[in-house]
Nanobody, 126 residues
Framework: QVQLVESGGGLVQAGGSLRLSCAAS????????MGWFRQRPRKEREFVAA????????IYADSVKGRFTISRDNAKNTVYLQMDSLKPEDTAVYSC???????????????????WGQGTQVTVSS
């Protein structure tokens, strides 16, 4: 099973940028889709973005499309989430996750992922 550790969260003003990183160890990181989820205060965990094994396919939630970019570097066993034009409503705990299946899906829910990081807090001030 893949172990995941996120980093890069913090406090940023609206309109600013942050890049989250998720370092993986163990398992077979390079062949499995990876995803980012977030949990805003008093909300359920929601899908943000996912990427297939080689970075050739990506999908995004409508709320972040055009502002966030997911990428991966399999040589470094790391997946990234570049977040630009941040808004106060992006404030959340962001978690990366490794998919249970190697087949890339057109949509994802939390139950499609078997390994999770501990999460990193992102706070966007207005």
């Amino acid at each position: 099973q893949v172990q995941l550790v996120e980093s890069g969260g913090g406090l940023v003003q609206a309109g600013g940028s942050l890049r989250l990183s998720c370092a993986a160890s163990g398992g077979t990181f390079s062949i499995i889709p990876m995803g980012w989820f977030r949990q805003r205060p008093r909300k359920e965990r929601e899908f943000v973005a996912a990427i297939n094994w080689n970075g050739g396919r990506t999908i995004y939630a409508d709320s972040v499309k055009g502002r966030f970019t997911i990428s991966r570097d399999n040589a470094k066993n790391t997946v990234y989430l570049q977040m630009d034009s941040l808004k106060p409503e992006d404030t959340a705990v962001y978690s990366c996750a490794a998919a249970r299946s190697t087949v890339f899906r057109s949509n994802y829910s939390p139950s499609d992922f078997g390994s999770w990081g501990q999460g990193t807090q992102v706070t966007v001030s207005s």
